[in-house]
């Protein structure tokens, strides 16, 4: 039962590359949301998507492109990697309705160099 | 929008001193809140729900209305008690959720 699970963990690029950061859940929760967590910032909103099909922009899109083809996945993709791309991404998966809570993966460390 | 600021970043204390962590949230209507937890090297969790009213590992989290804050207090701090601490607004339709900016909780022997 791993619930929700990304990969990879651990991920060394280079300026330019693109990267993808893969997000998987086994509860069919309707919400999930990619974060990056940065010294300084907190967690800062990326994408989030409300259901398969369904993606929405959050604080800090520019750079990243998401998809929701299923609704146990979700796969965030830098089409170009910038050194200051360098976080810690975090997946979240969440009930609909304003009780629901959030449930996180275990991050993906990410560098660019 | 629905949105939450922490006006700190760090609180260190020693053992066994009270702590509060402060949380100030923005809403249009009836606010539910949360506080997320991050020890060293483990995800984000959840720590405590308004909804709730509980009391998780010594900690309790009151809704102020008139003072829009939901700052999260416990009266002896733990060594154990040092991580990441976000407050954060609960999903629902058209919500981005946003969380605050974390307050880290140093707690020193």
């Known amino acids: 039962d791993a619930g929700i699970t990304q990969s990879p963990r651990y991920k060394i690029t280079e300026t330019g590359r693109q990267v993808t950061l893969m997000c998987h859940q086994t509860?069919?929760?309707?919400?999930m949301f990619w974060y990056r967590q940065d010294l300084g910032h907190g967690l800062r909103l990326i994408y989030y998507?409300?259901?398969?099909?369904?993606?929405d922009k959050g604080e800090v899109p520019d750079g990243y492109v998401v998809s929701r083809s299923k609704t146990e996945n979700f796969p965030l993709t830098l089409e170009s990697a910038t050194r200051s791309q360098t976080s810690v991404y975090f997946c979240?998966?969440?009930?609909?309705?304003?009780?629901?809570?959030?449930?996180f993966g275990e991050g993906s460390r990410l560098t660019v160099l | 929008a629905q949105r939450v600021t922490q006006p700190e970043k760090l609180l260190s204390v020693f053992k066994g001193a009270p702590v509060e962590l402060k949380c100030n949230y923005s809403?249009?209507?009836?606010?539910?809140l949360f506080w997320y937890v991050q020890y060293s090297r483990q995800r984000l969790q959840l720590l405590l729900r308004?909804?709730s009213r509980e009391s998780i590992k010594g900690f309790t989290a009151d809704l102020n209305k008139g003072e829009t804050s939901f700052h999260l207090k416990k009266p002896f701090a733990q060594e154990e008690d040092s991580a990441m601490y976000y407050c954060?607004?609960?999903?629902?339709?058209?919500?981005?959720?946003?969380f605050g900016k974390g307050i880290t909780l140093s707690v020193r022997p």
């Open positions: 979240a998966t969440g009930l609909a309705g304003v009780t629901g809570e959030l449930f």
């Open positions: 509860w069919s929760h309707s919400y």
């Open positions: 998507s409300a259901a398969a099909d369904i993606t």
């Open positions: 809403y249009s209507g009836s606010p539910e």
């Open positions: 308004h909804i």
């Open positions: 954060a607004p609960p999903t629902g339709a058209n919500s981005k959720l946003t």
